[in-house]
């Protein structure tokens, strides 16, 4: 099972992309999906995530109402679509899957429930 994140870059504050994450299973339709990042110096942290239907999403305070996580099981992909970019958004960014949930109740955002990591992709802010 492998993941393939995508969309990130050098970006202007107050921009809106949209990250992908792209799954090589089909039972991509049982995980719970999150995304994580981690900032220079840091350590990684939740940002948000999805159950595996997509009805339900949980966010991180600090980009609540900014972010937006979701989840199309046809297609296999995740996406986090980022909206009113600030510079302390500037992180490498990893999707990462519960896969071993197998249609998990409720939506973890710690690291050690995730099991399949993407590479991570770079988004850069700058003011």
């Known amino acids: 099972v492998q993941l393939q994140a995508s969309g990130g870059g050098l970006v202007q504050a107050g921009d809106s992309p949209r990250l992908s994450c792209e799954a090589s299973?089909?039972?991509?339709?049982?995980?719970?999906m999150a995304w994580f990042r981690q900032a220079p110096d840091k350590e990684r942290e939740f940002v948000a995530g999805v159950s595996w239907s997509g009805g339900s999403t949980v966010y991180a305070d600090s980009v609540k109402g900014r972010f937006t996580i979701s989840k199309d099981n046809p297609k296999n992909t995740a996406y986090l679509q980022m909206s009113s970019l600030k510079p302390e958004d500037t992180a490498v960014y990893y999707c990462?899957?519960?896969?071993?949930?197998?249609?998990?109740?409720?939506?973890?955002?710690?690291?050690?429930?995730?099991?399949?990591w993407g590479r991570g992709t770079l988004v850069t802010v700058s003011s």
């Open positions: 990462a899957a519960d896969t071993r949930g197998n249609r998990r109740i409720g939506i973890s955002s710690m690291n050690h429930i995730y099991d399949i």
């Open positions: 299973d089909r039972t991509f339709r049982s995980w719970n």
